[in-house]
């Protein structure tokens, strides 16, 4: 069995390949009513687009939406919604010479280990071109957002580019949208741009990226002790896109150098609800949301397919030096914020839709 799906009472199923003829999400659980057309989730999309810039993949791809099924005169039926994008700009030759080689960092060694063939074409479903599908559906979610929790944002950003990171003090939210790395710190943002051009033009290298993001505005009380916390879900929605290999909640690996102390998040009692004197849980409390931010990070590799030879084996077991040609991003982990703002987006509406299938919405009282 091989699992495409994600998700509780909102759930989507992927579909496609890198090079097939189109790849798109299956959405249920969504509720009726939700105002959606094609353009408000093309806005979320053109976050991810690749080919934008120099600093990623210059594969061009519309990435044009197609809304199939589930919606009548511009609202959300509550049934299946079909989404699709059709992939425009394939170059499969590119792929000619790994047909019988196992690129190294690669899946296609254990794609083929686990199902005796695999799709060389720009990895198949391994590639990063299946997350245009998590975008997608995430931009079903945040719409469905809008009408069940308003007052929920999402936000994402690099905060660290191989062995380089932003400096908090300069922390500027806006520069996030003025330039190519999601970076909310323009020093740091101006560095980044000198040394991937550097590795890319020159070291015909790649690297990797850590991603913060951010939900602010969620109720206290989203989760569920146990097996359906809430960061659990997080783990699980961010650790699923390709190329991540760390995920953290709040400080995350960090509270291990913290003392009880330190780590405490001390609570007082405010106007109407609880505050919290800091957020090192990330906002979570025993799988439960505290109403405080949720912050997740994720660590995303570098990209595998890269111009400087790597020494692998053929398919008959046979040594060999491996040149990976075609179209790829030097740091993947650009393309990954608005992927990592998609997951968030879809795990915290489908807790809200849990946490009211199961509580409707009542709440303990404090003061």
């Not at 057309?37 to 999309?45: E, G, R, T, V």
């Not at 913060?212 to 997080?234: C, F, H, M, Q, R």
């Not at 075609?326 to 993947?332: K, L, S, Y």
């Not at 608005?338 to 915290?348: H, K, L, S, T, W």
Request: one cysteine or more; glycine letters at 12%; charged letters at 20%.
């Amino acid at each position: 069995m091989s699992v495409n799906t994600f998700g509780h009472l909102f759930r989507f199923t992927t579909w496609g390949e890198s090079h097939g003829p189109a790849l798109g999400a299956t959405i249920d659980g969504c509720p009726p009513g939700v105002a959606l057309d094609p353009a408000i989730i093309q806005h979320w999309l053109d976050k991810r687009r690749p080919g934008q810039n120099r600093n990623t993949t210059q594969r061009n791809e519309p990435d044009a939406v197609e809304i199939l099924s589930g919606v009548y005169e511009g609202r959300t039926t509550g049934t299946p919604i079909q989404l699709m994008i059709r992939n425009t700009d394939q170059r499969s030759k590119d792929y000619g010479d790994i047909l019988n080689t196992f690129r190294p960092g690669h899946a296609d060694i254990t794609y083929h280990q686990k199902y005796g063939l695999r799709d060389p074409r720009g990895g198949g479903r391994s590639s990063a071109r299946e997350t245009a599908a998590r975008v997608a559906a995430g931009g079903v979610a945040r719409a469905a957002l809008g009408v069940v929790a308003p007052q929920v944002t999402v936000t994402g950003y690099m905060v660290q580019m191989g062995d380089r990171r932003i400096d908090r003090s300069r922390l500027d939210m806006d520069q996030i949208a003025r330039n190519d790395f999601w970076c909310p710190d323009a020093v740091a943002a101006a560095e980044w741009e000198d040394y991937l051009t550097w590795l890319r033009k020159d070291d015909h290298n790649s690297v990797g990226a850590i991603i913060e993001v951010v939900a602010s505005g969620v109720p206290a009380g989203i989760g569920a002790p146990i097996y359906a916390k809430l960061d659990t879900d997080l783990a699980a929605a961010m650790m699923s896109i390709n190329a991540v290999k760390g995920v953290e909640i709040g400080d995350g690996m960090a509270v291990a150098a913290l003392t009880g102390r330190d780590n405490a998040d001390e609570i007082a009692m405010g106007s109407d609800d609880p505050v919290y004197s800091s957020n090192h849980a990330g906002g979570i409390l025993g799988g439960i949301s505290t109403g405080q931010d949720v912050v997740v990070r994720f660590a995303v590799k570098p990209t595998s397919s890269i111009l400087s030879p790597r020494r692998s084996i053929t398919m008959d077991g046979q040594p060999t030096e491996v040149i990976t040609k075609g179209r790829h991003d030097p740091c993947v982990g650009i393309r990954a914020v608005p992927v990592g703002e998609a997951m968030m987006a879809c795990v915290i509406l489908d807790h809200i839709l849990l946490d009211r299938g199961q509580t409707g919405g009542v709440r303990g009282r404090i003061g």
